[in-house]
């Protein structure tokens, strides 16, 4: 049987909470420090906290430690990665080869998707370094995939939804480049997401006051069959900074696809356990995205890219039609509500945005009446009676359990097995008086042991077996039903406790002799890891230069030549070969580098 891992954000303990109760059978958190989202760390006891909570299900809890490090981190770090070790943490997410060099606990490495987990050479390196999992590149198709696994032994985890870097995963220096504020040290301040103009050589205006690198979000729910088909056997949610109500509608929308698969195809199963009961109908259009794309999963495709906002939009509900004074009129199928959040469009291709304050039919009065335009076409970016019903759900993922009841003589056996054939037995002894009513009896002694409560267990079956019934008072048969399910939730607890091994971390060839600045070598533990595998010449990291004129600060499948009609392999538009292109701020001119062959483009600072 092949168990497939959805894998979910957590920002804090009430997210990643969340994340288990609607389906996640791991999630992936900040540690303390050394994330990539430095404004999502938290602390051990938090930590803890989530894994006691994920091991009760058998999901696992990730931590990421995924940022460079710097000489005089590096004691720091190796100290945490022991904590989190000691507080039962089921993996580390690590970027930095440093680490490798530290004296580790037996704990698991998976290998950031900032490793830059593009190219199969790069992939069986870290394979052969000793990684469990590596973490692929968000740019790989179906096709690399397919051929990645053919050709490695180690478990693969692949994104399939949520915010997309334009960036190649640990490549990207634009945001330290301009601001000093690294990426690869969790302090990215999202250059992508603002307006640029494109020019050519001449200095001719392409493409003015646009968002030019703001990629739309991932959204592979379409192809979930053939990402499992494929070999991979953890599929990745982005999110670290998102809320729970994000969590709850993303996490249970993915868990019902993947149970729906895991019906028709019986060699893949859920990793842990437990159902999921919600009372409300997940939707990726009522929660945060910027329009969506599968990106390159089926190959390059156009308008991965929203040039005119980098804001969630939401769904598309219908159509402005006319306009009144204090009203407009509004042509959609959907039924709007008050508190809604509505926005469009307007002739300029600027996103307006109003909040709804009244409904009538079709006729919906707005805060606002200034920016309305007949014709608009609508999005609802904020659903009011969703987000609602959102916050009202409090579902707890619920594991199903037998009880088998004897009773003979004086003697009680109150016996548990959960679905994953965990078992616990009570057995309680006395003088029980004999039942004058013994139907009546049993009836009562199942409705007692059938009130599970704010356990996480859900009662499935009772049997029961005796030779006389007697009559037992409910306070026992309640105390009785409470310690035999506290017993079985201790024996789960500790049959997720598997033996581990210290991490084998060997040091084979790796394919270069050199390494410049995109190996993001910025400690003495990195420089040592990387000579060990036969690198001769390593150049300090990007953030240890002193001048960056003249380096590629972004590499990206993003083809702005391909966006605009311009790619000389698809069109003859008579633009000579390297003729490059311009990305123009407000203090910046970014020169545009084309790789035709690896279909990539470079930014480079000046």
């Given at each position: 049987?092949?168990?497939?891992?959805?894998?979910?954000?957590?920002?804090?303990?009430?997210?990643?909470?969340?994340?288990?109760n609607?389906?996640?059978?791991?999630?992936?958190?900040?540690?303390?420090?050394?994330?990539?989202?430095?404004?999502?760390?938290n602390?051990?006891?938090?930590?803890?906290e989530?894994?006691?909570?994920a091991?009760?299900?058998?999901?696992k809890?990730?931590i990421?430690?995924?940022?460079?490090?710097?000489?005089?981190?590096?004691?720091?770090?190796?100290?945490?990665?022991?904590?989190?070790?000691?507080?039962?943490a089921?993996a580390?997410i690590?970027q930095?080869m440093?680490?490798?060099?530290m004296?580790?606990?037996?704990?698991e490495l998976?290998?950031s998707?900032?490793?830059h987990?593009?190219?199969l050479?790069?992939?069986?390196?870290?394979?052969?370094?000793?990684?469990?999992?590596?973490?692929?590149?968000?740019?790989?198709?179906?096709?690399?995939?397919?051929?990645?696994?053919k050709?490695?032994n180690?478990?693969l985890?692949?994104?399939?939804?949520?915010?997309?870097?334009?960036s190649l995963?640990g490549q990207?220096?634009?945001?330290?480049?301009?601001?000093?504020?690294?990426?690869?040290?969790?302090e990215?301040?999202q250059a992508?997401?603002?307006?640029?103009?494109?020019?050519?050589?001449?200095?001719?205006?392409?493409?003015?006051?646009?968002?030019?690198?703001s990629?739309?979000?991932?959204?592979?729910?379409?192809?979930?069959?053939e990402?499992?088909?494929?070999?991979?056997c953890?599929l990745?949610?982005?999110?670290?900074?998102?809320?729970?109500?994000?969590?709850?509608?993303v996490?249970s929308?993915?868990?019902?696809?993947?149970?729906?698969?895991?019906?028709?195809?019986?060699?893949?199963?859920a990793?842990?356990?437990?159902?999921?009961?919600?009372?409300?109908?997940?939707?990726?259009d009522?929660?945060?995205?910027r329009?969506?794309?599968?990106?390159?999963?089926?190959?390059?495709?156009?308008?991965?890219?929203?040039?005119?906002?980098p804001k969630?939009?939401?769904?598309?509900?219908?159509?402005?039609?006319?306009?009144?004074?204090?009203?407009?009129?509004?042509e959609?199928?959907?039924?709007?509500n008050n508190?809604?959040?509505?926005?469009?469009f307007?002739?300029n291709?600027?996103?307006?945005g109003?909040?709804?304050?009244?409904?009538k039919?079709?006729?919906?009065?707005?805060?606002d009446?200034?920016?309305i335009?007949?014709g608009?076409?609508?999005?609802?970016n904020?659903?009011?009676?969703?987000a609602?019903?959102?916050?009202?759900?409090?579902?707890?993922?619920?594991?199903?359990?037998e009880?088998?009841l004897?009773i003979?003589?004086?003697?009680?056996?109150?016996?548990?097995?959960?679905e994953?054939?965990?078992?616990?037995?009570?057995?309680?002894?006395?003088?029980?008086?004999?039942?004058?009513?013994?139907?009546?009896?049993?009836a009562?002694?199942?409705?007692?042991l059938q009130k599970?409560?704010?356990s996480?267990f859900?009662?499935?079956?009772?049997?029961?077996?005796?030779?006389?019934v007697?009559?037992?008072?409910?306070?026992?048969?309640?105390?009785?039903?409470r310690?035999?399910?506290?017993?079985?939730?201790?024996?789960?607890?500790?049959?997720?406790?598997?033996e581990?091994?210290?991490p084998?971390i060997s040091?084979?060839?790796?394919p270069?002799?050199?390494?410049?600045?995109?190996?993001n070598?910025?400690n003495?533990n990195?420089q040592e890891?990387?000579?060990?595998?036969g690198?001769?010449?390593?150049e300090?990291?990007?953030?240890?230069q002193?001048?960056?004129?003249?380096k590629?600060?972004m590499?990206?499948k993003?083809?702005?030549r391909?966006e605009?009609?311009?790619?000389?392999?698809?069109?003859?538009?008579?633009i000579?070969?390297?003729?490059?292109?311009?990305?123009v701020?407000?203090?910046?001119?970014?020169?545009l580098?084309?790789?035709?062959q690896?279909?990539?483009?470079k930014?480079?600072?000046e």
């Amino acid at each position: 049987m092949n168990k497939i891992e959805l894998l979910a954000p957590a920002k804090n303990l009430e997210t990643g909470i969340a994340a288990i109760n609607y389906g996640a059978d791991a999630v992936y958190i900040g540690a303390p420090k050394f994330g990539a989202r430095s404004a999502a760390g938290n602390t051990l006891e938090d930590i803890k906290e989530l894994i006691d909570y994920a091991h009760r299900y058998w999901a696992k809890v990730f931590i990421t430690m995924n940022t460079i490090l710097y000489d005089n981190e590096l004691k720091e770090a190796e100290a945490l990665i022991h904590k989190l070790y000691e507080i039962g943490a089921d993996a580390l997410i690590v970027q930095d080869m440093g680490i490798l060099e530290m004296d580790l606990p037996p704990i698991e490495l998976h290998a950031s998707t900032q490793t830059h987990n593009y190219d199969l050479e790069r992939i069986q390196f870290l394979e052969k370094v000793g990684f469990k999992r590596i973490i692929l590149a968000r740019e790989l198709s179906l096709d690399q995939i397919k051929n990645i696994r053919k050709n490695t032994n180690v478990e693969l985890e692949y994104f399939i939804h949520g915010a997309l870097c334009v960036s190649l995963s640990g490549q990207c220096y634009f945001s330290q480049a301009i601001n000093g504020r690294s990426a690869n040290r969790g302090e990215c301040s999202q250059a992508c997401r603002m307006k640029y103009d494109l020019v050519d050589e001449e200095g001719t205006v392409i493409a003015k006051d646009k968002y030019l690198l703001s990629l739309k979000d991932l959204n592979l729910s379409d192809h979930l069959e053939e990402v499992i088909e494929s070999g991979i056997c953890s599929l990745k949610i982005e999110g670290r900074l998102k809320d729970s109500s994000y969590l709850k509608n993303v996490t249970s929308f993915y868990r019902q696809k993947l149970d729906s698969i895991f019906d028709k195809k019986r060699e893949f199963e859920a990793s842990s356990s437990g159902q999921i009961n919600i009372d409300f109908t997940p939707d990726l259009d009522k929660t945060f995205n910027r329009g969506y794309t599968n990106y390159f999963f089926s190959g390059r495709v156009p308008e991965i890219a929203n040039f005119y906002t980098p804001k969630s939009m939401g769904k598309e509900i219908g159509k402005i039609i006319d306009v009144k004074k204090d009203h407009f009129i509004v042509e959609s199928k959907f039924k709007l509500n008050n508190g809604d959040g509505l926005c469009f469009f307007n002739k300029n291709k600027l996103l307006k945005g109003l909040q709804v304050n009244g409904v009538k039919g079709d006729r919906i009065f707005p805060n606002d009446m200034s920016m309305i335009q007949n014709g608009a076409i609508l999005y609802r970016n904020n659903d009011h009676e969703f987000a609602k019903i959102l916050k009202r759900d409090n579902s707890v993922r619920k594991i199903s359990v037998e009880f088998f009841l004897t009773i003979f003589e004086d003697t009680l056996n109150l016996t548990a097995i959960d679905e994953d054939e965990i078992s616990a037995n009570i057995e309680l002894k006395g003088g029980f008086e004999l039942a004058r009513n013994e139907e009546m009896a049993i009836a009562n002694i199942k409705k007692q042991l059938q009130k599970t409560g704010d356990s996480i267990f859900t009662l499935s079956n009772i049997e029961t077996e005796y030779d006389k019934v007697p009559f037992i008072q409910a306070k026992l048969l309640n105390e009785l039903r409470r310690d035999c399910l506290k017993q079985l939730s201790e024996n789960r607890l500790a049959a997720t406790k598997t033996e581990k091994s210290r991490p084998l971390i060997s040091h084979p060839q790796y394919p270069s002799k050199e390494l410049t600045y995109m190996g993001n070598v910025v400690n003495c533990n990195a420089q040592e890891f990387y000579n060990k595998c036969g690198v001769e010449k390593i150049e300090d990291g990007f953030e240890l230069q002193q001048n960056n004129s003249g380096k590629t600060i972004m590499t990206t499948k993003h083809c702005l030549r391909h966006e605009f009609g311009l790619c000389n392999k698809e069109v003859k538009t008579g633009i000579k070969k390297n003729s490059p292109l311009y990305l123009v701020d407000n203090k910046n001119r970014y020169r545009l580098e084309f790789n035709c062959q690896r279909c990539e483009m470079k930014i480079i600072f000046e």
